[in-house]
């Protein structure tokens, strides 16, 4: 029988590995045999470790956090369910770069859906609304990814409507390539966090058919030797 002191090391011991796993994305286990998507099998690409995101969140926040500091307040809009992971991240480390800010900041979330699979199919579905008013707020609406930006661009309508103070959009991910809808038709205070090529992603809130968001890092997926991009 083992020691308290050795049994307590050998906790620890598997609560480092676990960690350290997770600061490169978690275990890939999972992963490495490739996703399924429409029945064509696709590989899952690394495109930001763990400890990458929170780094890129963490240098958001800063910039954010600098930006409100003298407004006296900031109301975040976490638009569901991807942007999960991000928001709390980014709520937190916003806080921690300016405690006074932290203090005062609120938070809402609207549930918006526009995926199909890989797809996004250009039909904006409001499956929950945001339950305040954002008259007279500094908003900042967040993101999880910006594809064709329509989505987007119909939220940031609909909140100007309300004759917010400011609107800002943080978003993690956006693909220049594929944006439909002009740069005025969203806002020129944007935080980004990478622009990304067109494939599809997944990890750290990120989803296919609801699967795969609570993966530590962010892949990209390609199909599979000898598989085709048909699905």
Partial sequence: MASPKRASCFRWCKTAVKNEQYAKGGNMSVLQEGVMVGGTKMEARVLFEAAQLQARVEALAADIAAAYAEKGG?????VLNGSLHFSSALRLAVAEAN????????????HLASYHGVDSSGEIQ???????????????????????GKTLSVLLAELRAQKPASIAVAALLRKPEKLTVRQDELTEDMYVGFDI???????????????????GAIYALTPAVGESASA
Avoid: C
């Fill in 74 to 78: 900031l109301h975040t809009i976490t």
């Fill in 197 to 215: 090529g067109p494939e599809f992603v997944i990890g750290y809130g990120l989803d296919y058919d609801g699967r795969y968001r609570d993966v």
């Fill in 126 to 148: 409001k499956i929950s609304d945001l339950t305040h008013s954002v008259a007279g707020k500094h908003v900042l609406v967040v993101e999880d990814i910006i594809d064709t």
């Fill in 99 to 110: 405690a006074t800010l932290g203090a005062v900041m609120t938070s809402d979330t609207i």
